[in-house]
């Protein structure tokens, strides 16, 4: 197997430490900030790597330093038997976290095998707690169904239980206390996100960002916020605040107004095999062919280092400073890979 001779970095000199594998393109909901309708093609079921394909190419990143490991999509839980990519995936050596994305709404039912197949922690995506507003921004989606998958993975003893809720402007930001109070009375760990211009096919416009000023503002005016706690563990993106009380812990993800390009260790893996070095990216680096032409690890490895070694976006920076100089940012002159094809 390869060794490393000296640690992979970019061309702003940023490690490779996350790896974000999206499982599939399908979701069973059609979010309004997320899911793109008609400008999107389906991936064909053979373009979609196999187990056996993620986990080779997830032992290859591991090996080039990422030490966690977050499954993604479309929506995870729609691909059949993951819970055996999870077994497979917790024995790789040196790998440290292993965590998974869901809409919740099919965790029920799957938190048991997933659990006993090595998942210790579960982000859901619940952006309000009324049941019709759900339904709507969801596209489809039964919020009795999702939080009976979030119970269940508490129940399960998974550690932490991470909600994560988008706030978009007239939408759900009468949302964000509730969520809060809900939050600090179970025990989940609530992280609220910044709507982000993802994708093409979202109607993305800066006026409905909802700021993390804004978001914290708000919090403070209803519940014993403190101050600035974190920035949750190192370079992760979420800025985190404790509550005076004891009652847990909140935190907001800020990619919009303090965007977090100079910390950023992530790489993508699309679930048709592309390597994206960045969530606004238009392209993504074939790496399917060269696993499914026989190449050997070496020469896989090669093409990563390759890759990341010439990365240098900072998209996010780049967006805040074009809005911030007035020069007119539109997101549709911008085209990106489409969020469900690489993963939130
Ligand atoms: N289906 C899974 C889920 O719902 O969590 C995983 C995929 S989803 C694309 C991952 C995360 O991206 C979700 O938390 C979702 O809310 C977030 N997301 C999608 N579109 C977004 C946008 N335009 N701005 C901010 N977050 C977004």
Redesign the pocket.
Known sequence: MVKLTRMLIDALHRPVKDLRISVTDR?N?R?I??MPLDEYRWMDREEVLTFTEITRLATLFVRLGATKIRL?????LVRRNLYSLIEKLSSIDGLEDLCL???GSLLAGQVGPLARAGLKRV???I?TLDPDKFRRMTGRGNLENVLAGLFAAKAQGLRPVKI?A?VERGINDDDIIPLAEFAREHGFHLRF???????NA?Q?ASAKVVTKGEIVQTLRAHLPLEEFVSRGGGNAPSVDYRYADGKGEVGVIASMTEPFCTGCTRARLTADGRLVTCLFSPRGHDLKTLLRRGATDEEIVDVIVKVWGGRADRYSEQRQESLNSGSGYRAREHRKLE??SL??
Not at 72 to 76: D, K, L, M, V
Not at 193 to 199: A, F, K, N, S, W
């Open positions: 979701c909901f979010c900030y997320c993604t999509g479309g929506e995870p994305t869901t809409n982000n859901v995506s952006d994560n988008v996100i910044e709507y982000m211009d993802v994708g979202n993305w969020m469900i993963g939130g």
